[in-house]
Antibody
Framework: EVQLVESGGGLVQPGRSLKLSCVAS????????MNWIRQAPGKGLEWVAY????????YYAETVKGRFTISRDNAKNTLYLQMTSLRSEDTALYYC?????????WGQGVMVTVSS | DVLMTQTPVSLPVSLGGQVSISCRSS???????????LHWYLQKPGQSPQLLIY???NRFSGVPDRFSGSGSGTDFTLKISRVEPEDLGVYYC?????????FGGGTKLELK
């Protein structure tokens, strides 16, 4: 069974940093591209970042480019999102999702709240 | 960025009925590899989104045949026949042909 479990969220002040993790199980992690998607409270879905299986290809939404860094450790079956210079508009539930484009399996999400 | 416009925003339905949701893109979603990367998701209340249809018309594993997708180019449709209680929630389309990938604004399927 494919499982994706996010962690690392919480309350953080504007301008500070936070690092999210997503631990994968039930499939060969190193064979799949991975994504981060977020959902602000009561709002729709926003794709944030993609990383290919071997980390050769990385893409970001313009809203986070230069502030967020997606990475992965295939030996640990873990996907990361390093978030810096956080803003109030980054407040959202952050999901990791498997597979480039198709986003076939999603985690349960982790909440990030940016507030002073 | 590719703008994805979903209509309607809200869709009242009776159980057992049939509905259609439209998703239109601001540019063609045909990729240079010939595929069209348009997908449909359902987010049930309090849950993560789940994949229903990938690449326009392919049902994901375990998705009932009451769900069907169609369309081409910039105009796509999700049809749900014989609506059941577990079909209620918010439906989103996603294009992954062009970076940045973009979602439609969502269509809330609710009981009439």
């Amino acid at each position: 069974e494919v499982q994706l479990v996010e962690s690392g969220g919480g309350l953080v002040q504007p301008g500070r940093s936070l690092k999210l993790s997503c631990v994968a199980s039930g499939f060969t992690f190193s064979n799949y591209g991975m994504n981060w998607i977020r959902q602000a409270p009561g709002k729709g879905l926003e794709w944030v970042a993609y990383i290919s299986s071997g980390s050769s290809y990385i893409y970001y939404a313009e809203t986070v480019k230069g502030r967020f860094t997606i990475s992965r450790d295939n030996a640990k079956n873990t996907l990361y999102l390093q978030m810096t210079s956080l803003r109030s508009e980054d407040t959202a539930l952050y999901y990791c999702a498997r597979r480039g484009g198709q986003l076939d399996y999603w985690g349960q999400g982790v909440m990030v709240t940016v507030s002073s | 960025d590719v703008l994805m416009t979903q209509t309607p925003v809200s869709l009242p339905v009776s159980l057992g009925g049939q509905v259609s949701i439209s998703c239109r893109s601001s540019q063609s979603l045909v990729h240079s590899d010939g595929n069209t990367y348009l997908h449909w998701y359902l987010q049930k209340p309090g849950q993560s989104p789940q994949l229903l249809i990938y690449r326009v018309s392919n049902r994901f594993s375990g998705v009932p045949d009451r769900f069907s997708g169609s369309g081409s180019g910039t105009d796509f449709t999700l049809k749900i026949s014989r609506v059941e209680p577990e079909d209620l929630g918010v439906y989103y389309c996603l294009q992954s042909t062009h970076f940045p990938w973009t979602f439609g604004g969502g269509t809330k399927l609710e009981l009439k």
